[in-house]
């Protein structure tokens, strides 16, 4: 069942790929369009069979692979996987959809994506921790290329930057791995022997740290996180969609998996520094996303303060805490791809992404309006605003944290009123005022353009009304991870003798 | 069928927001080809349904005991958040006021936009504005009020920024914004606090729990001055209330319902809040102190305005100032009588401010005149408006006032000439904006006024009415006291001192042309009044430059010295600087190389384990 | 004199003051230009033909009445019409009432001085008590708030100058278009011809306004008291619509701090020859009313070159106004040269030289206008 959605996708990118007579563009579009919808659709399938109060890992399937190594075949879902894996086969829908149509060389494009979600998927399904080293190795080759190829005038530096700090942060969770499986003296890499081994408190601090910093670069962190500006700055607009809505979070759930997950005693002695680093990760990003002039590296930057929130939540590890970790990876999912959406379209009409150059692209007649609006709908969502998923997502992040860690809790929330501040200077820039001169002739929006925007706008919208269908799916699963970190914590003879 | 429209009584803010998602297809632009009034239509008839519904409520609910309606909405972990619904005649009544002042305001603006191609958007926010805050008339819960309340931001900044071509529009519409953000965030902290504290958001439960509350004198301090933010945001309070003047650069219908309810509804949430305000006497004093600055100042600022909207909105922050500080003297009777007539009155003064816009397209007071006897309908709404609103005639304000004085008068009588102060300068402030608009010879730009259409004069008649029958009103509702309880010597004091206000105000010596007073310091008496003490200035030297040097800061730092450093240490010595720096890669040797060179990265990172594993199996 | 001199050769506009005088026109003359502006004028006469109408209809039939709840109807009252009205699907006579409020804002030429004058006053009286002599409430507003219905009619006055004013124009621009149709125009100066020549054969009718109440004639502006149709409507038309014009609350701060909006109104520069097209379909700007009733009245050939650029029928209403601007200027064109105080191509100096002067004045208005746009 989850194999379909490793290797569907992969058939699919072979088929596009691979295929020996002559396809055209547009055939190889809808040939990975259609696939990457079967896969969504197949993730909805899933979802519908999905047991909500069962909080261990569903559907699972093992199969031995190196047995020498340790390492097996093993792949599962639980509530922090769950959500993951449908926001990334819907964003990746979304990104093929909103591809440019006459895009260069678009047989290795397409194919390149659909592996990026095989890749991506599998990582998010692997219950082996080789395996998701695997998968998490993979899924950066696919991404550097489609940052190197079809990114901008310098994507060659974006790309090769983004491959060594990902390649490092590879570096680092693997040894940490190794590390923890020499260690332990477990002979296997399967998530489900190795989690609940304990180890003396130095140890598991050095572990720790590498998985850290490995998944820090991912999500990113303060200082880790200049890859992150560079490579959305040069990478198209659907890649940009995929690497702030999914890619991202797959540092945020390793983090979670892997740090909480394998380290639960570690994790809470360093539980206040990493809430200190996640307020100053908050404040650092917006702080930097107010002095940006590029629409593009102003949202990135927002992503950088936003990933922030999760690793708070994650530090603070309560069950409403770690309930509000998978709420928020969805909203900053659906809200980072949204605005990455509505800038790529303010580009591709204008030509730039300058605050200063643009101005008054609401104007009904020569403007773009119904982006304007979105982007209006879109900025207040990420600032926080009742009534879209961003505010009750970061709502259960404070309420989660408050108790644990007030203070850091409360820089935070300054966090989002500066991104009010940024957003607000965006938006009053470059769609409020009167049409600039620069921008008079702008091509038509077609409804292309506006779909995928739309559908994430009325997304945001409807989970922020009613946040309790993306809740109960996670809620038994992080319920239990705490629960279970906790009993470790507490009772780490018990887990000794084991 | 009672019970039924109790139950039903939370459609009630659901009307304004159907009839927001009505307008889409105009305000969209999807129907291009027909205009949008349609929209209009749809909002009008939706809000009269609310008005309706909403009357049939409270006469159900009246002499009843309150009702509650819970809905959960969302329960996470340990966190149970449900919007709770207080259904008592007070709550109830406060909604009706919202309506049935959002009816008025939205049949005015059918007239004074009728020019407006963005009728559809207009009416859009109006839903909105109105569906916000009549929920928060009934909300009984921190979590759902505190929800509403940012909505009402939301729909301020898009009500303000409405004409967003303009210039001045757009910093309004950023600076409200920001300003009442700035309040909302600090609320929110201090919701998730008591929240945490109290675990429940409900205000029965919070109510209880301050009664026991034990915190620590800081926490409860901060905690105190954290909820108290968000009301000061959204009543215009010294020191957020640089943006209702600025809000002003708004359409005027929107103004009538800002400069009235919307302002209002922080006044309730923060009445809503009182009790658990009790656990800080720090924050009831602040509310004191900053109630008195503002209402002072405020009143101070608004004589020295040219401006008609501005003229009036002034005196908005400054009453708002007095409702301040019956919160923070815990007489929220006082709080809400003056909230309720103030918001009636103040209403009329706009819509009569918003005709005499149209009709002379001008709002600089000094260059009008003489329109009184060709404009019954608005000069009766000014009149009346201003006679609602200052302690003189027995209509809305004088009550209002009275019942202030009457509370403070042995508790706190240093706060009643306070009270008398402000009454005062209201009545001069109002007397001087009726001269310079009404009296005197016509001005080139009134020298031609007929009177408004019908569907902005229907409204103002409407309110006229309302504003006179207020007394009666209050009388049926046993809100007047009897005649034997009356504080005489406060009644003397207080017409007094709007007869002392009326007398100058008529008095004074008003300059219609541009010159200015000679004297050097009245003229900076003049100018710092004018422009609100500077204190835009101040902020823009202050806060603004503040955020504004530290980002650069910091920007130069995550430049020059994190990427700096991250490149120059980690990566440089892997690749030659030229070709990492800029790159202007698109050669597909780059490409080979670099694939390769992550397969081989990948290669070695898969058999170092194996080597490793192999290792220790030796 | 040597200044006068000095200024004419250094008239920032020079160029078009020579234009007129070499008998060419302010919109340049090219095949595009001849079919924008006559296309465009065309379905400016059709919109103004219901517009007049209507205005003229509100002056005869509503005179007084407090809630005119049916004013756009032209007493034509049915279902259908009803409908159509609640979704509004019709003209936008809220744009025509605009232009009368304008104009009577502004006032200027005859027809504002007469409103002054004690004849005005004693007729309006004579049909405003026998319109109130029945309503007693009205009456009493009236001896409390004693201008209150004289200025109602004023207003009811210049309701009917402007539809009278613009009964003329549309007849003339569907005239222009039927003889563009013919191929007996094909220039710009044949429109400007076409235009003045209308201007001048209808210089001297006479405008008038009389109500009926209860079958018996009012008559507020008799025709002894001279009003005619060039003096004392058109020109002060086009200097309240053209030049002066309101504020758009859309793109000008009211705010009297702020001083965006001059103290005197013969320094508003708002009018039709000023406007931005730009902000044409957005919030607060009255003209898109205007221009959104033309769009439904396009000849096909004027459809087609807007479909041909770029936005296509996204920024429809844009183009049109910058149509209609050209259209306007050619309009003010055919008035200078209506006008001038001698022939445009005199040979006599002291003509000449009167004539530079006349042209200067007119020029030193244009300096802030959109003519160097329109002439893109």
């Given at each position: 069942?989850?194999?379909?959605?490793?290797?569907?996708?992969?058939?699919?990118?072979?088929?596009?790929?691979?295929?020996?007579?002559?396809?055209?563009?547009?055939?190889?579009?809808?040939?990975?369009?259609?696939?990457?919808?079967?896969?969504?659709?197949?993730?909805?399938?899933?979802?519908?069979?999905?047991?909500?109060?069962?909080?261990?890992?569903?559907?699972?399937?093992?199969?031995?692979?190196?047995?020498?190594?340790?390492?097996?075949?093993?792949?599962?879902?639980?509530?922090?996987?769950?959500?993951?894996?449908?926001?990334?086969?819907?964003?990746?829908?979304?990104?093929?959809?909103?591809?440019?149509?006459?895009?260069?060389?678009?047989?290795?494009?397409?194919?390149?994506?659909?592996?990026?979600?095989?890749?991506?998927?599998?990582?998010?399904?692997?219950?082996?921790?080789?395996?998701?080293?695997?998968f998490y190795e993979v899924e950066l080759i696919p991404l550097y290329l489609l940052i190197a190829i079809w990114g901008g005038q310098r994507r060659g530096y974006a790309a090769i930057k983004f491959?060594?700090?990902?390649?490092?942060?590879?570096?680092?969770?693997?040894?940490?791995?190794?590390?923890?499986?020499?260690?332990?003296?477990?002979?296997?890499?399967?998530?489900?022997?190795?989690?609940?081994?304990?180890?003396?408190?130095?140890?598991?601090?050095?572990?720790?740290?590498?998985?850290?910093?490995?998944?820090?670069?991912?999500?990113?962190?303060?200082?880790?996180?200049?890859?992150?500006?560079?490579?959305?700055?040069?990478?198209?607009?659907?890649?940009?969609?995929?690497?702030?809505?999914?890619?991202?979070?797959?540092?945020?759930?390793?983090?979670?998996?892997?740090?909480?997950?394998?380290?639960?005693?570690?994790?809470?002695?360093?539980?206040?520094?990493?809430?200190?680093?996640?307020?100053?990760?908050?404040?650092?990003?917006?702080?930097?996303?107010?002095?940006?002039?590029?629409?593009?590296?102003?949202?990135?930057?927002?992503?950088?303060?936003?990933?922030?929130?999760?690793?708070?939540?994650?530090?603070?590890?309560?069950?409403?805490?770690?309930?509000?970790?998978?709420?928020?990876?969805?909203?900053?999912?659906?809200?980072?791809?949204?605005?990455?959406?509505?800038?790529?379209?303010?580009?591709?009409?204008?030509?730039?992404?300058?605050?200063?150059?643009?101005?008054?692209?609401?104007?009904?007649?020569?403007?773009?309006?119904?982006?304007?609006?979105?982007?209006?709908?879109?900025?207040?969502?990420?600032?926080?605003?009742?009534?879209?998923?961003?505010?009750?997502?970061?709502?259960?992040?404070?309420?989660?944290?408050?108790?644990?860690?007030?203070?850091?809790?409360?820089?935070?929330?300054?966090?989002?009123?500066?991104?009010?501040?940024?957003?607000?200077?965006?938006?009053?820039?470059?769609?409020?005022?009167?049409?600039?001169?620069?921008?008079?002739?702008?091509?038509?929006?077609?409804?292309?353009?506006?779909?995928?925007?739309?559908?994430?706008?009325?997304?945001?919208?409807?989970?922020?009304v009613q946040p309790s269908w993306m809740v109960r799916w996670s809620e038994t699963t992080t319920t239990a991870m705490i629960t279970h970190s906790q009993a470790v914590v507490q009772l780490p003879?018990?887990?000794?003798?084991? | 069928?009672?019970?039924?429209?109790?139950?039903?009584?939370?459609?009630?803010?659901?009307?304004?927001?159907?009839?927001?998602?009505?307008?889409?297809?105009?305000?969209?632009?999807?129907?291009?080809?027909?205009?949008?009034?349609?929209?209009?239509?749809?909002?009008?008839?939706?809000?009269?349904?609310?008005?309706?519904?909403?009357?049939?409520?409270?006469?159900?609910?009246?002499?009843?005991?309150?009702?509650?309606?819970?809905?959960?909405?969302?329960?996470?972990?340990?966190?149970?958040?449900?919007?709770?619904?207080?259904?008592?005649?007070?709550?109830?009544?406060?909604?009706?006021?919202?309506?049935?002042?959002?009816?008025?305001?939205?049949?005015?603006?059918?007239?004074?936009?009728?020019?407006?191609?963005?009728?559809?958007?207009?009416?859009?926010?109006?839903?909105?504005?109105?569906?916000?805050?009549?929920?928060?008339?009934?909300?009984?819960?921190?979590?759902?009020?505190?929800?509403?309340?940012?909505?009402?931001?939301?729909?301020?900044?898009?009500?303000?920024?409405?004409?967003?071509?303009?210039?001045?529009?757009?910093?309004?519409?950023?600076?409200?914004?920001?300003?009442?953000?700035?309040?909302?965030?600090?609320?929110?902290?201090?919701?998730?606090?008591?929240?945490?504290?109290?675990?429940?958001?409900?205000?029965?439960?919070?109510?209880?729990?301050?009664?026991?509350?034990?915190?620590?004198?800081?926490?409860?301090?901060?905690?105190?001055?954290?909820?108290?933010?968000?009301?000061?945001?959204?009543?215009?309070?010294?020191?957020?209330?640089?943006?209702?003047?600025?809000?002003?650069?708004?359409?005027?219908?929107?103004?009538?319902?800002?400069?009235?309810?919307?302002?209002?509804?922080?006044?309730y949430v923060l009445i809503k809040l009182q009790p658990i305000l009790n656990v800080s006497p720090v924050a009831l004093t602040t509310l004191i102190v900053i109630g008195t600055v503002t209402a002072?100042?405020?009143?101070?600022?608004?004589?020295?305005?040219?401006?008609?909207?501005?003229?009036?909105?002034?005196?908005?922050?400054?009453?708002?100032?007095?409702?301040?500080?019956?919160?923070?003297?815990?007489?929220?009777?006082?709080?809400?009588?003056?909230?309720?007539?103030?918001?009636?009155?103040?209403?009329?003064?706009?819509?009569?401010?918003?005709?005499?816009?149209?009709?002379?397209?001008?709002?600089?007071?000094?260059?009008?005149?003489?329109?009184?006897?060709?404009?019954?309908?608005?000069?009766?709404?000014?009149?009346?408006?201003?006679?609602?609103?200052?302690?003189?005639?027995?209509?809305?304000?004088?009550?209002?006032?009275?019942?202030?004085?009457?509370?403070?008068?042995?508790?706190?009588?240093?706060?009643?000439?306070?009270?008398?102060?402000?009454?005062?300068?209201?009545?001069?402030?109002?007397?001087?904006?009726?001269?310079?608009?009404?009296?005197?010879?016509?001005?080139?730009?009134?020298?031609?006024?007929?009177?408004?259409?019908?569907?902005?004069?229907?409204?103002?008649?409407?309110?006229?009415?309302?504003?006179?029958?207020?007394?009666?009103?209050?009388?049926?509702?046993?809100?007047?006291?009897?005649?034997?309880?009356?504080?005489?010597?406060?009644?003397?004091?207080?017409?007094?001192?709007?007869?002392?206000?009326?007398?100058?105000?008529?008095?004074?010596?008003?300059?219609?042309?541009?010159?200015?007073?000679?004297?050097?310091?009245?003229?900076?008496?003049?100018?710092?009044?004018?422009?609100?003490?500077?204190?835009?200035?101040?902020?823009?030297?202050?806060?603004?430059?503040?955020?504004?040097?530290?980002?650069?800061?910091?920007?130069?730092?995550?430049?020059?010295?994190?990427?700096?450093?991250?490149?120059?240490?980690?990566?440089?010595?892997?690749?030659?600087?030229?070709?990492?720096?800029?790159?202007?890669?698109?050669?597909?040797?780059?490409?080979?190389?670099?694939?390769?060179?992550?397969?081989?990265?990948?290669?070695?990172?898969?058999?170092?384990?194996?080597?490793?594993?192999?290792?220790?199996?030796? | 004199?040597?200044?006068?001199?000095?200024?004419?050769?250094?008239?920032?506009?020079?160029?078009?003051?020579?234009?007129?005088?070499?008998?060419?026109?302010?919109?340049?003359?090219?095949?595009?230009?001849?079919?924008?502006?006559?296309?465009?004028?065309?379905?400016?006469?059709?919109?103004?033909?219901?517009?007049?109408?209507?205005?003229?209809?509100?002056?005869?039939?509503?005179?007084?009445?407090?809630?005119?709840?049916?004013?756009?109807?032209?007493?034509?009252?049915?279902?259908?019409?009803?409908?159509?009205?609640?979704?509004?699907?019709?003209?936008?006579?809220?744009?025509?009432?605009?232009?009368?409020?304008?104009?009577?804002?502004?006032?200027?030429?005859?027809?504002?001085?007469?409103?002054?004058?004690?004849?005005?006053?004693?007729?309006?009286?004579?049909?405003?008590?026998?319109?109130?002599?029945?309503?007693?409430?009205?009456?009493?507003?009236?001896?409390?708030?004693?201008?209150?219905?004289?200025?109602?009619?004023?207003?009811?006055?210049?309701?009917?100058?402007?539809?009278?004013?613009?009964?003329?124009?549309?007849?003339?621009?569907?005239?222009?278009?039927?003889?563009?149709?013919?191929?007996?125009?094909?220039?710009?100066?044949?429109?400007?011809?076409?235009?003045?020549?209308?201007?001048?054969?209808?210089?001297?009718?006479?405008?008038?306004?009389?109500?009926?109440?209860?079958?018996?004639?009012?008559?507020?502006?008799?025709?002894?008291?001279?009003?005619?149709?060039?003096?004392?409507?058109?020109?002060?038309?086009?200097?309240?619509?053209?030049?002066?014009?309101?504020?758009?609350?859309?793109?000008?701060?009211?705010?009297?701090?702020?001083?965006?909006?001059?103290?005197?109104?013969?320094?508003?520069?708002?009018?039709?020859?000023?406007?931005?097209?730009?902000?044409?379909?957005?919030?607060?700007?009255?003209?898109?009313?205007?221009?959104?009733?033309?769009?439904?009245?396009?000849?096909?050939?004027?459809?087609?070159?807007?479909?041909?650029?770029?936005?296509?029928?996204?920024?429809?209403?844009?183009?049109?106004?910058?149509?209609?601007?050209?259209?306007?200027?050619?309009?003010?064109?055919?008035?200078?040269?209506?006008?001038?105080?001698?022939?445009?191509?005199?040979?006599?100096?002291?003509?000449?030289?009167?004539?530079?002067?006349?042209?200067?004045?007119?020029?030193?208005?244009?300096?802030?206008?959109?003519?160097?746009?329109?002439?893109?």
């Amino acid at each position: 069942m989850l194999s379909v959605l490793i290797w569907l996708p992969v058939i699919g990118a072979l088929i596009v790929g691979f295929w020996p007579t002559n396809m055209t563009a547009k055939v190889s579009r809808k040939i990975s369009l259609g696939v990457s919808i079967a896969v969504f659709i197949w993730s909805l399938v899933l979802m519908s069979q999905f047991k909500i109060g069962e909080p261990g890992i569903q559907f699972s399937e093992f199969l031995p692979w190196i047995e020498a190594l340790g390492l097996t075949y093993h792949l599962g879902i639980d509530g922090l996987s769950l959500p993951l894996v449908i926001l990334n086969g819907l964003l990746t829908c979304i990104a093929i959809y909103s591809t440019d149509e006459s895009i260069n060389r678009p047989r290795f494009y397409y194919s390149m994506l659909l592996l990026l979600n095989a890749s991506v998927v599998g990582a998010f399904l692997a219950q082996d921790l080789l395996l998701f080293f695997l998968f998490y190795e993979v899924e950066l080759i696919p991404l550097y290329l489609l940052i190197a190829i079809w990114g901008g005038q310098r994507r060659g530096y974006a790309a090769i930057k983004f491959l060594i700090y990902t390649a490092i942060s590879g570096i680092l969770i693997l040894a940490s791995f190794f590390g923890l499986v020499l260690l332990s003296g477990a002979s296997t890499f399967e998530f489900e022997k190795v989690y609940a081994v304990s180890l003396p408190l130095g140890a598991q601090f050095l572990l720790l740290a590498g998985i850290l910093v490995g998944f820090g670069i991912k999500i990113p962190l303060v200082p880790f996180h200049t890859w992150l500006p560079d490579a959305h700055v040069e990478a198209s607009t659907p890649i940009s969609v995929l690497l702030a809505g999914v890619l991202l979070k797959l540092g945020t759930y390793g983090l979670l998996r892997f740090g909480l997950g394998l380290f639960p005693e570690a994790w809470a002695v360093l539980a206040p520094w990493l809430a200190t680093w996640a307020a100053v990760s908050v404040l650092y990003g917006a702080l930097n996303a107010i002095a940006q002039t590029d629409m593009k590296k102003m949202v990135a930057y927002s992503s950088v303060g936003h990933m922030g929130y999760i690793l708070l939540a994650a530090a603070a590890a309560t069950p409403l805490s770690l309930l509000a970790t998978v709420l928020q990876m969805i909203s900053h999912g659906l809200i980072s791809g949204l605005l990455f959406l509505l800038v790529g379209v303010v580009y591709k009409k204008t030509g730039t992404r300058d605050i200063n150059v643009l101005s008054g692209l609401l104007n009904p007649e020569g403007g773009l309006p119904l982006i304007g609006s979105l982007m209006v709908m879109g900025v207040m969502a990420s600032a926080g605003i009742p009534g879209m998923v961003g505010f009750i997502s970061e709502f259960l992040v404070f309420r989660g944290s408050f108790p644990v860690f007030p203070t850091q809790t409360l820089f935070c929330m300054v966090g989002t009123s500066l991104t009010a501040v940024y957003f607000l200077l965006l938006v009053n820039r470059v769609f409020f005022g009167r049409l600039s001169a620069n921008v008079l002739n702008l091509p038509p929006v077609q409804w292309s353009d506006r779909t995928p925007s739309i559908i994430l706008a009325i997304l945001i919208v409807m989970l922020g009304v009613q946040p309790s269908w993306m809740v109960r799916w996670s809620e038994t699963t992080t319920t239990a991870m705490i629960t279970h970190s906790q009993a470790v914590v507490q009772l780490p003879s018990v887990m000794i003798s084991q | 069928m009672r019970d039924f429209l109790i139950q039903t009584s939370w459609w009630v803010p659901l009307y304004g927001l159907i009839g927001a998602v009505l307008t889409l297809p105009w305000s969209t632009g999807i129907i291009r080809r027909t205009g949008p009034r349609p929209a209009a239509y749809f909002n009008l008839l939706m809000t009269v349904l609310a008005f309706v519904h909403g009357t049939l409520v409270f006469r159900a609910t009246w002499n009843h005991e309150p009702y509650e309606i819970v809905f959960h909405w969302l329960k996470a972990a340990d966190l149970d958040l449900s919007f709770s619904l207080d259904i008592s005649s007070l709550s109830v009544g406060a909604m009706e006021l919202v309506t049935s002042l959002s009816l008025l305001a939205q049949l005015f603006a059918l007239g004074y936009m009728e020019k407006d191609w963005a009728l559809a958007r207009f009416f859009a926010l109006m839903g909105f504005f109105e569906g916000a805050i009549s929920g928060l008339a009934i909300s009984d819960n921190l979590f759902l009020t505190y929800a509403l309340l940012e909505m009402l931001t939301l729909s301020t900044y898009l009500l303000v920024g409405f004409w967003y071509a303009q210039p001045l529009v757009v910093t309004a519409a950023r600076d409200a914004f920001l300003t009442k953000r700035v309040g909302d965030v600090l609320l929110l902290m201090g919701v998730v606090a008591v929240g945490t504290f109290a675990g429940s958001l409900d205000f029965p439960d919070l109510y209880e729990w301050a009664e026991t509350a034990t915190l620590s004198p800081t926490t409860a301090t901060l905690l105190g001055l954290a909820l108290i933010a968000g009301p000061i945001g959204k009543c215009a309070q010294f020191p957020l209330h640089l943006w209702l003047d600025e809000a002003m650069e708004g359409p005027n219908p929107a103004s009538i319902l800002r400069n009235s309810v919307v302002v209002a509804a922080g006044a309730y949430v923060l009445i809503k809040l009182q009790p658990i305000l009790n656990v800080s006497p720090v924050a009831l004093t602040t509310l004191i102190v900053i109630g008195t600055v503002t209402a002072i100042g405020a009143s101070m600022v608004a004589i020295a305005q040219i401006d008609i909207k501005r003229a009036l909105s002034h005196s908005t922050s400054a009453y708002l100032g007095l409702v301040f500080i019956a919160v923070g003297t815990q007489w929220t009777d006082f709080a809400l009588l003056l909230l309720f007539t103030h918001a009636v009155a103040k209403a009329l003064l706009f819509m009569s401010a918003g005709s005499i816009i149209l009709t002379t397209n001008n709002q600089n007071l000094t260059e009008m005149g003489g329109l009184w006897s060709r404009m019954p309908a608005t000069t009766t709404a000014f009149v009346v408006g201003s006679a609602g609103l200052v302690g003189l005639l027995p209509l809305g304000g004088f009550w209002g006032l009275r019942l202030g004085i009457d509370d403070l008068w042995i508790d706190i009588p240093w706060l009643v000439p306070v009270l008398l102060l402000v009454n005062a300068l209201t009545a001069l402030n109002l007397t001087r904006v009726f001269r310079l608009v009404f009296l005197g010879p016509k001005a080139p730009k009134t020298r031609r006024a007929p009177e408004v259409p019908w569907p902005m004069a229907v409204p103002m008649v409407s309110l006229v009415l309302i504003t006179l029958s207020i007394p009666i009103l209050m009388q049926s509702l046993s809100l007047l006291p009897d005649w034997m309880y009356i504080n005489q010597g406060a009644v003397l004091l207080l017409v007094g001192s709007g007869l002392i206000g009326t007398i100058s105000g008529a008095a004074i010596d008003l300059r219609r042309n541009w010159s200015r007073p000679v004297q050097i310091t009245l003229r900076f008496l003049q100018d710092l009044l004018a422009y609100d003490f500077y204190i835009d200035r101040l902020y823009r030297l202050s806060v603004v430059f503040a955020v504004n040097q530290l980002s650069r800061l910091n920007a130069w730092i995550d430049r020059y010295v994190v990427d700096g450093l991250v490149n120059l240490v980690g990566l440089a010595t892997m690749f030659s600087g030229q070709g990492l720096k800029y790159n202007v890669s698109g050669q597909s040797q780059f490409y080979v190389l670099s694939i390769i060179l992550g397969l081989s990265l990948l290669c070695f990172l898969m058999s170092w384990p194996m080597l490793t594993v192999l290792n220790t199996q030796l | 004199m040597t200044i006068t001199t000095l200024k004419c050769r250094t008239h920032p506009l020079a160029a078009y003051i020579n234009r007129l005088k070499a008998g060419e026109t302010l919109v340049p003359d090219t095949a595009e230009n001849v079919a924008e502006v006559v296309g465009i004028l065309k379905s400016y006469g059709v919109v103004l033909d219901a517009y007049y109408r209507n205005l003229l209809y509100i002056a005869d039939h509503q005179f007084l009445v407090l809630f005119p709840f049916f004013k756009y109807f032209n007493g034509d009252i049915s279902l259908k019409k009803l409908m159509l009205h609640w979704w509004h699907d019709r003209i936008n006579f809220e744009y025509a009432e605009y232009c009368m409020k304008t104009m009577l804002w502004h006032g200027g030429g005859g027809l504002d001085a007469y409103l002054d004058s004690q004849e005005f006053i004693d007729r309006s009286q004579q049909a405003i008590q026998a319109k109130i002599k029945d309503n007693f409430l009205i009456r009493g507003l009236h001896s409390l708030f004693p201008d209150f219905l004289p200025e109602q009619v004023r207003q009811q006055a210049y309701y009917s100058a402007l539809g009278q004013f613009w009964q003329v124009m549309s007849e003339m621009f569907l005239t222009l278009s039927d003889r563009y149709d013919l191929r007996e125009i094909e220039t710009i100066p044949q429109v400007v011809a076409h235009i003045r020549d209308g201007l001048v054969a209808a210089a001297n009718n006479p405008i008038t306004y009389a109500v009926k109440i209860e079958n018996q004639v009012y008559e507020i502006i008799p025709k002894s008291v001279g009003l005619t149709f060039l003096p004392d409507v058109a020109i002060p038309y086009v200097e309240a619509v053209f030049f002066r014009g309101t504020p758009f609350l859309g793109t000008v701060s009211f705010n009297a701090q702020a001083q965006q909006i001059p103290p005197e109104q013969a320094r508003f520069e708002y009018g039709a020859l000023y406007a931005d097209p730009l902000p044409i379909g957005g919030g607060g700007i009255p003209p898109t009313l205007l221009m959104q009733d033309m769009r439904h009245y396009l000849p096909d050939y004027l459809l087609n070159i807007y479909r041909h650029s770029l936005r296509g029928e996204d920024n429809l209403r844009v183009q049109i106004c910058q149509s209609f601007q050209k259209s306007m200027f050619c309009v003010t064109n055919a008035t200078i040269v209506g006008l001038a105080p001698y022939p445009l191509d005199t040979s006599d100096a002291a003509q000449q030289q009167a004539n530079q002067v006349y042209l200067e004045k007119w020029m030193d208005r244009f300096i802030t206008s959109r003519l160097l746009e329109v002439n893109k």
